[in-house]
């Protein structure tokens, strides 16, 4: 029989054949389409690769590739690799990067009221109520006019709450508010304001170059962030002398950016995934950062033989008052700033006091169950 012979079995055959074909999609079987690939995002961090920060950068992305299956791909490079640090911003809004992972202080340049996410004293709050501020009191709205209103084409997601910032890392013990006169200091963000205004002349720099800078004399004394960071990148190697507890960066948080086109550009399923990875990434960024922190605190301690000494108060209260003026002159030149810290004083002034008069002090409880530990920081007199 050749091809173009048919006999009525074999024509019966066909049409029953056909029919449950038909039949299968009718009742909604799935039918098997060609599988496409998995879309691939290219993104920078504004860390070394060797912080714990760039690794809370592939934590998330790691989060985004096992929940989406693999069906988004995210990789992470680490500062410099694309862009410079501070050049995050502009490489994810022209899309030269698909997004990355930094902080909003970092772009202080660009508009300075996109630093009260985290940089002062937050009005009384930790970063955790800031980003319960952001959340619901109205700061995402607030965080997307900002970026519409310098014209970044970005999708910021704040995260990963951050533990209050030491002082600093100087030759000598600060013990009162002048000894930051005519100190060559790296801060960031309005920090910057403040410790000028403490009389410091404030270079702004990136993490991976602050120690060599340090190493070098260009600068007396410097911040960055928390006990593993500060041990990764080396302070340890050019100061001994770490003041723990400040105000100029008392409530920072991460940030996640995507470039705006690519985002909205994803179907709803994965935006959904990905804003669920950042709460959950935010959560276990916060849980790793207390066990990694506090080993770290002791090994500088042991190890490095750093000594550790609290803030007088004096100098915490001078970087209030300073902070205040520093706000209300921003306030008087630009009224997104002003709007911003309106929005903050509101919910910080009844989330603090519940705070404050609800939980209760961890001092007591620690003193009595382990007393006074040998790697404490030294209480020094304001």
């Known amino acids: 029989m050749t091809d173009s012979q048919t006999t009525p079995a074999s024509s019966r055959r066909t049409f029953l054949t056909g029919a449950a074909v038909a039949g299968t999609a009718a009742l909604g079987f799935p039918t098997v389409v060609k599988a496409q690939g998995p879309i691939t995002m290219r993104w920078q961090s504004t860390w070394p690769q060797k912080d714990i920060f760039h690794e809370y950068a592939l934590d998330f992305a790691k989060k985004v590739n096992d929940m989406t299956g693999g069906d988004l791909k995210i990789d992470v490079l680490p500062a410099g690799a694309v862009v410079p640090a501070f050049g995050l911003l502009d490489a994810v809004s022209k899309g030269t990067l698909d997004g990355g992972h930094g ?4 772009h202080y340049g660009k508009q300075t009221a996109l630093a009260l996410w985290g940089s002062g004293p937050g009005y009384g709050m930790d970063a955790n109520m800031l980003l319960s501020w952001h959340k619901y009191g109205g700061g995402k709205q607030l965080l997307q006019k900002l970026y519409a209103s310098i014209g970044a084409n970005v999708m910021s997601f704040p995260y990963g709450p951050m533990f209050t910032q030491p002082l600093g890392w100087y030759k000598k013990p600060i013990t009162k508010a002048d000894d930051f006169k005519g100190l060559k200091f790296r801060t960031v963000g309005i920090s910057i304001d403040v410790f000028q205004g403490l009389g410091a ?4 720099l990136p993490g991976a170059e602050i120690v060599p800078a340090m190493d070098r004399g260009l600068l007396d004394a410097a911040e960055f962030n928390n006990a593993t960071s500060d041990r990764i990148l080396g302070f340890a190697d050019v100061s001994k002398v770490c003041m723990l507890q400040s105000y100029h960066q ?17 179907p709803d399923k994965m935006k959904a995934i990905i804003e669920n990875a950042v709460e959950a990434a935010s959560a276990d960024m916060a849980w790793k950062s207390i066990d990694r922190y506090s080993k770290d605190y002791i090994e500088l301690q042991t190890k490095d033989k750093v000594r550790f000494y609290k803030t007088p108060d004096s100098v915490l209260q001078k970087q209030l008052e300073i902070y205040d003026q ?5 306030s008087s030149d630009n009224p997104m700033f002003k709007e911003i810290v309106e929005s903050q004083k509101a919910f910080a002034a009844r989330a603090v006091k519940w705070d404050l008069d609800t939980n209760v002090s961890r001092r007591m409880a ?17």
Do not use: M, R, W
């Open 201 to 204: 002349a404030v270079n702004a």
């Open 326 to 330: 520093v706000v209300d002159k921003k």
């Open 366 to 382: 620690y003193n009595h169950y382990f007393g006074a530990k040998p790697g404490a920081p030294a209480q020094k007199k304001s």
């Open 250 to 266: 008392n409530a920072e948080q991460l940030e996640i950016t995507f470039n705006k086109t690519k985002f909205d550009g994803l």
């Open 103 to 106: 902080v909003l202080v970092y």
